[in-house]
């Protein structure tokens, strides 16, 4: 992967109460290059939309990449640096045995960084980072209109 291009991309989720309805914000850089998007969901939580915005972001990138993310997502950053590999080891279950919350989003996720080698940075939120506070702007935006998608997978926890 020494040959692939570096890509900056910036996430955010957003959910007007939690749960509530939702949507995520990322925004991807390479070059001049700049692309954003976002997406709204009817029923969903604050880390369901974190996740997502970073699956999407992902996802959206046809090649592998070297990946510079930047979130203020502490549960997104920190289940795939640290929590993640335990838990495939563990059949998708915590160390209490419990199944893991949002599976299938980690699931998605596990698949959508393996594609590609990720740089993670975390950045509080609301601190003024220029692109954080347009993802956050995205997600807020998509949180509140048309067309809202179903959150498939959320289980109402």
């Given at each position: 992967?020494?040959?692939?291009?570096?890509?900056?991309?910036?996430?955010?989720?957003?959910?007007?109460?939690?749960?509530?309805?939702?949507?995520?914000?990322?925004?991807?850089?390479?070059?001049?290059?700049?692309?954003?998007?976002?997406?709204?969901?009817?029923?969903?939580?604050?880390?369901?939309?974190?996740?997502?915005?970073?699956?999407?972001?992902?996802?959206?990138?046809?090649?592998?990449?070297?990946?510079?993310?930047?979130?203020?997502?502490?549960?997104?950053?920190?289940?795939?640096?640290?929590?993640?590999?335990?838990?495939?080891q563990n059949g998708w279950r915590?160390?209490?045995?419990?199944?893991?919350?949002?599976?299938?989003?980690?699931?998605?996720?596990?698949?959508?960084?393996?594609?590609?080698?990720?740089?993670?940075?975390?950045?509080?939120?609301?601190?003024?980072?220029?692109?954080?506070?347009?993802?956050?702007?995205?997600?807020?935006?998509?949180?509140?209109?048309?067309?809202?998608?179903?959150?498939?997978?959320?289980?109402?926890?």
């Amino acid at each position: 992967m020494s040959n692939s291009k570096t890509v900056h991309l910036y996430t955010d989720g957003s959910c007007l109460g939690n749960p509530g309805p939702g949507g995520y914000g990322a925004v991807l850089e390479y070059g001049k290059h700049h692309k954003e998007l976002s997406q709204g969901y009817r029923l969903t939580t604050n880390n369901r939309m974190e996740m997502l915005a970073t699956i999407a972001g992902l996802r959206e990138l046809k090649r592998s990449c070297h990946v510079i993310l930047t979130t203020d997502s502490q549960y997104v950053k920190q289940g795939v640096e640290q929590w993640m590999h335990r838990w495939k080891q563990n059949g998708w279950r915590t160390s209490a045995r419990k199944a893991v919350k949002n599976k299938d989003l980690w699931q998605q996720l596990d698949e959508e960084v393996n594609r590609h080698k990720v740089e993670w940075k975390w950045i509080k939120g609301h601190s003024g980072h220029k692109q954080n506070e347009r993802c956050d702007e995205l997600a807020r935006d998509a949180a509140t209109r048309e067309p809202m998608l179903e959150d498939e997978g959320f289980g109402g926890e």
